[in-house]
């Protein structure tokens, strides 16, 4: 397709031939410049037989018909700019809007329990020498865990027992002895890994009267540890609700 530059350089060529009188010589002069200006224009292999051939008539009609070809490629060039435009913008507001879809989800699966997490937080491990430790202390923990702002959460106990611990985990005491959470059976002793601010966590862990002392005071022992790194990888599977539906939006009114 011929450029703006090579298709004025060719109107030029046209009209100073057209605008030569009709001399032997210099119309041979101008029909040599209107077949090197078309000739680099629109590339044809026999612009040179059809220029010669030309009249000033047919001269004026073709020059007529490239200043309309001229103005149709630069609409179209206009209207594929604008294309492109928009496209480009729909792009980045797509990608814009995939970015921070795939953030949120990565966020709600955090809180979930259904994506991995990685982070700095607390380390407690409970040990229970004598068989005292019930599920209602070691939930406690969970929920101081919780308040003080423990973003994820799991329990070990036992070989290869790992649960992650969310909202609808349930906590039982087991006839045998050790801790059911989640429906797995657990073992002491138990660690739970909450990532989160270190000396926040800590800090909650140890009010008096609390999930610690509790335990502590039945003959259980506590040991809180602060990690820069804990990687909490136990998963959760979702399950459908059984009575919970989603609620339509408040009227803003």
Same mark, same amino acid.
């Given at each position: 397709?011929?450029?703006? *530059?090579?298709?004025? &350089? $060719? +109107? =030029? @060529? !046209?009209?100073?031939?057209?605008? /030569?009188?009709?001399?032997?010589?210099?119309? #041979?002069?101008?029909?040599?410049?209107?077949?090197?200006?078309?000739?680099?224009?629109?590339?044809?292999?026999?612009?040179?037989?059809?220029?010669?051939?030309?009249?000033?008539?047919?001269?004026?009609?073709?020059?007529?018909?490239?200043?309309?070809?001229?103005?149709?490629?630069?609409?179209?060039?206009?209207?594929?700019?604008?294309?492109?435009?928009?496209?480009?913008?729909?792009?980045?507001?797509?990608? *814009?809007?995939?970015? &921070? $879809? +795939? =953030? @949120? !989800?990565?966020?709600?699966?955090? /809180?979930?329990?259904?994506?991995?997490?990685? #982070?700095?937080?607390?380390?407690?491990?409970?040990?229970?020498?004598?068989?005292?430790?019930?599920?209602?202390?070691?939930?406690?923990?969970?929920?101081?865990?919780?308040?003080?702002?423990?973003?994820?959460?799991?329990?070990?106990?036992?070989?290869?027992?790992?649960?992650?611990?969310?909202a609808s985990t349930p906590f039982a005491d087991l006839p045998s002895g050790g801790v059911s959470v989640g429906d797995v059976a657990?073992?002491?002793?138990?660690l739970l890994e909450a990532i989160g601010d270190p000396d926040t966590l800590q800090t909650a862990l140890g009010i008096p009267g #609390?999930?610690?002392?509790?335990?502590?005071?039945?003959?259980?022992?506590?040991?809180?540890?602060?990690?820069?790194?804990?990687?909490?990888?136990?998963?959760?599977?979702?399950?459908?609700?059984?009575?919970?539906?989603?609620?339509?939006?408040?009227?803003?009114?």
């Amino acid at each position: 397709m011929p450029t703006p *530059a090579t298709t004025d &350089e $060719a +109107r =030029a @060529r !046209l009209r100073r031939a057209l605008s /030569l009188r009709r001399g032997p010589g210099q119309v #041979g002069a101008a029909v040599l410049l209107g077949l090197l200006g078309f000739a680099v224009a629109i590339q044809l292999t026999d612009a040179t037989d059809v220029l010669s051939r030309a009249s000033r008539a047919d001269l004026v009609q073709i020059l007529g018909g490239l200043d309309t070809r001229t103005d149709q490629l630069e609409a179209e060039l206009r209207r594929l700019e604008q294309t492109r435009s928009e496209l480009q913008a729909g792009a980045g507001d797509s990608e *814009a809007a995939l970015a &921070e $879809a +795939r =953030a @949120r !989800l990565d966020t709600f699966g955090i /809180l979930a329990g259904t994506e991995a997490a990685e #982070g700095p937080g607390v380390s407690v491990r409970v040990a229970d020498p004598q068989g005292s430790v019930r599920a209602v202390a070691v939930l406690g923990a969970v929920q101081e865990l919780r308040d003080a702002g423990a973003e994820a959460i799991q329990i070990r106990g036992g070989p290869d027992r790992v649960v992650r611990v969310v909202a609808s985990t349930p906590f039982a005491d087991l006839p045998s002895g050790g801790v059911s959470v989640g429906d797995v059976a657990l073992s002491p002793p138990y660690l739970l890994e909450a990532i989160g601010d270190p000396d926040t966590l800590q800090t909650a862990l140890g009010i008096p009267g #609390g999930a610690v002392a509790s335990i502590t005071a039945g003959g259980g022992a506590v040991d809180v540890r602060q990690a820069d790194r804990l990687l909490v990888d136990a998963l959760h599977e979702l399950t459908e609700p059984t009575y919970a539906r989603p609620a339509p939006p408040a009227d803003g009114g």
